[in-house]
């Protein structure tokens, strides 16, 4: 087994070649308390900071999803401080203002895409900013979508700002109120709560395990798709 | 990046993709996929599973690894904790702060209750669950093709006609009015132009009622209900798990006793209504399986409440999802989405041959895959000697047009792309790997957790830990779907309950006489539950390790 040095905190430690971060951790002997969730690089826990040997620039990226390299100095980030505004989505308007008004920082923005820079998701984080306070919600929504809130753009921010809360924000109103809505769902929750379906369903649960089955392998399936 | 060993097998795969464009194999019959499944799934091998010795299902048979917990000692003793000064008190605890535990904060408070006498107790951060990692989609039958009654259908077919069927009821029924709900809160579903939900088939559904957020449904869902219940001001302590139930004098129900993990304090929480959604096992590691599941999974409240007298159903049954990472090494076991398939990936052998339709229920096609490597010997094998079997992914844009991967399929390209594979042009190497708890505790259609003896008052739960809804097999998009139809549900009347009840003294009695019975069955006090996290600590590190501070 090839090993390679890291540094935990500064602490050097020997680990095989080949591990994520999060796992030569554990082989080092860290029992996560914080600093591990999903394991999987959907849910933002894992953030982690790191420089190489010989190296000035800090990169930032998950430590689940990341390979330990030779001469690696990272540390954890497991929590960001950063203000979310609270609000009811019932009672906001959208118009090209409504983000800035939440989030009044967004106007600090330098364009030095530190932020790009520090996301583990690879999302154009700067260009949602500026299409935040352009007002451009539909486009906002749309860059940030694959955003895991892992808070790396907002601790790497000189101008503080909460990138990944504007972009929740963003999101939501899209979501409601500029997404059309979907018409055979309305008309369906209707048929629901008028009883449409109620009798057939009754029939159903107490049918007898030998009639669903015949139903069961009888029943006809929606093709696939064309070729 | 793939090692050159694989170049020949994908050469291979490469070689008939565009006569497997052409047709795919048959579905197989109800005797075919019997046979299939006694002889290739996991859950056959009568060697992994064991009779309950304790409790109130003494005798039902279930995985060694949930034994071991069922049958082992309470973390506290019930004599040094002191119940007369309470820490929290609420209306409402909820155990778990997932999708099942936030659709029941937030519908306890459409429901009536404040928001600060709501508390959600979750063991990592809020959001950090299965249901942030769920990827392929939430089902509801909500096309006019498609009605409830198929998806009931569906759902009871997929789970061996095991479901209780007044669960499935509530699940399909509720399904579109989830969706709206979702609709409401700002959820961005993919839509057509038009505001059409673009859905899809996923394994054993009839009708195409998968919808989807790319592949980010659960993290989309989780994010947003997340951010409401911020919004509206609910109580989440976080990093602090319940380790024990409490009850009061008079046999309800009346809250929990959390544990601070980073003080090593416990609290003690007074509550009217206590609501469980502390998700499944999947880190148990069920047979040694890698898992799909996040950190937590540990069954912790599956422990809590059999403690208390509540009844468990199909816990015998275990979900292998048929496609979990194979290589990289790195990530082996994470989840690679049945969306896959539904858009059009077919499984292929190392000759680049069919031998299973993309499609069929989850244990039919792990196991088909598992015969594929082990009973014909048709696998591809890895570097480090695991066996799997080629997804063939490129497909996707073939069917679907250029782009469709990266579009639809982001958090599956992303993950790849980081170890240097490119499913857009090479297929990916997948196996089964332990997903889904498809039993758990029994509930009745109101969420009301149950004993021999009818419903246990003040306890509700929703989500991975009940049991019932699946049977013994549960279609994908439908856990998700679970987490908020019976998180729904389980707010709803755990408010109504919360309005009416009253709590007399706390008490652990029942963790007592729990203690006696695992006495009495002379199990030996060498093992304590819930674990609440695994420990994946190096051997060499522990077998030095000396606890000092």
């Known amino acids: 087994m090839k090993m390679v040095r890291i540094y935990i905190m500064g602490k050097e430690y020997r680990v095989p070649e080949g591990l994520t971060i999060m796992k030569a951790m554990e082989y080092a002997g860290y029992r996560y308390i914080r600093g591990s969730g999903c394991r999987a690089g959907f849910c933002g826990a894992c953030a982690t900071v790191y420089r190489k040997e010989g190296e000035y620039k800090l990169h930032a990226d998950l430590a689940c999803q990341t390979t330990v390299e030779d001469g690696m100095y990272l540390v954890q980030l497991p929590f960001t401080p950063a203000n979310k505004a609270i609000y009811d989505l019932e009672k906001i308007r959208v118009d090209d203002k409504t983000l800035v ?79 059309p809505r979907a018409k055979h769902l309305e008309k369906r929750v209707k048929e629901i709560e008028e009883g449409r379906f109620d009798k057939d369903m009754k029939k159903m649960m107490k049918m007898s395990i030998e009639e669903l089955r015949k139903l069961y392998n009888a029943r006809d399936i929606e093709p696939e798709e064309e070729v | 990046m793939y090692p050159k060993e694989f170049e020949k097998s994908i050469k291979k795969v490469e070689a008939t993709r565009e006569e497997r464009l052409k047709k795919l194999p048959e579905r197989m019959k109800e005797k075919e996929k019997d046979a299939l499944l006694k002889k290739w799934h996991p859950d056959y091998k009568p060697e992994a599973k064991r009779k309950l010795k304790v409790g109130v299902s003494k005798g039902s048979i279930v995985p060694n690894e949930v034994a071991d917990l069922l049958e082992a000692y309470p973390l506290i ?99 579109p009015l989830i969706i709206k709900w979702h ?134 049954s275990v979900q292998y999802h048929p496609t979990g990472v194979a290589y990289p090494e790195q990530i082996v076991g994470l989840l690679v989405t049945e969306k896959v398939r539904g ?105 009301r957790v149950l004993s021999k003896k009818g419903a246990i008052p003040g306890l509700f739960a929703a989500g991975e830990v009940e049991g019932g809804v699946h049977g013994k097999n549960r279609l994908m998009g439908n856990s998700l779907l679970d987490t908020q139809v019976f998180g729904r549900v389980a707010g709803i009347n755990a408010a109504k309950y919360a309005k009416k009840a009253k709590i007399g003294k706390l008490s652990l009695q029942h963790t007592k006489k729990y203690i006696g019975e695992l006495k009495k069955a002379k199990i030996k006090e060498e093992r304590k539950a819930p674990i609440l996290l695994p420990d994946y600590r190096e051997e060499k590190v522990l077998s030095r390790a000396i606890d000092i501070l």
């Open chain 2, 77 to 175: 003793n019930p004599d040094e904790i002191d119940l007369s000064q309470v820490d929290y008190e609420a209306d409402i605890l909820i155990i778990g702060g997932g999708g099942a535990g936030t659709a029941a904060a937030l519908y306890a408070y459409y429901n009536g209750i404040k928001p600060e006498n709501i508390i959600i107790a979750t063991k990592l951060r809020h959001g950090d669950s299965n249901t942030i990692m769920a990827q392929g989609g939430i089902q509801a039958a909500d096309k006019p093709n498609d009605s409830p009654i198929i998806h009931y259908l569906d759902v009871i077919g997929g789970g061996h006609f095991a479901n209780k069927p007044d669960l499935v009821a509530k699940l399909v029924m509720d399904a």
């Open chain 2, 343 to 447: 858009l059009g990936a077919q499984p292929v052998n190392v000759d680049g041959e069919q031998f299973v339709h993309p499609l069929e229920p989850r244990d039919v096609e792990a196991a088909a895959i598992i015969r594929e490597c082990y009973g014909r010997n048709k696998g591809v094998v890895t570097p480090t000697g695991m066996r799997g079997i080629w997804l063939d992914s490129p497909m996707i844009d073939m069917i679907h047009g250029e782009g469709t991967i990266e579009k639809r399929l982001g958090a599956m390209f992303r993950m790849f792309s980081r170890f240097g594979i490119d499913m857009r042009y090479e297929p990916i190497l997948v196996f089964p790997t332990l997903h889904y708890q498809n039993g758990g505790i029994e509930i009745d259609a109101d969420a």
């Open chain 1, 101 to 179: 008004n939440f989030y009044p920082e967004i106007a600090r923005c330098v364009s030095c895409n530190t932020c790009t820079k520090a996301c583990p998701q690879e999302l154009d984080v700067m260009d949602y900013i500026q299409a935040s306070l352009r007002g451009d919600v539909a486009k906002a929504a749309e860059l940030s979508f694959d955003c895991i809130q892992c808070g790396l753009c907002a601790m790497r921010c000189p101008a503080e700002i909460a990138h990944y809360h504007v972009a929740q924000l963003a999101r939501r109103l899209y979501g409601k109120y500029i997404a």
């Open chain 2, 183 to 316: 609709e409401e809160l700002g959820i961005m579903y993919d839509k057509k132009g038009d505001g059409e939900m673009i859905t899809i088939h996923g394994g054993g559904t009839s009708r195409k009622r998968m919808h989807s957020a790319k592949d980010y449904t659960g993290m989309e869902i989780m994010r947003v209900l997340r951010d409401e219940a911020r919004n509206i001001g609910i109580k989440v302590l976080e990093f602090s798990p319940a380790i024990e139930l409490l009850m009061d004098d008079d046999g309800k129900v009346a809250g929990a006793l959390l544990y601070n993990m980073e003080t090593d304090q416990y609290y003690v929480v007074k509550a009217k209504a206590t609501i469980l959604a502390t998700g499944g096992f999947g880190r148990l590691h069920i047979q040694g399986f890698p898992t799909t599941n996040h950190y937590g999974a540990t069954a912790d409240g599956l422990v809590m409440a059999y403690r208390l007298g509540a009844k468990l159903r199909d816990m015998d």
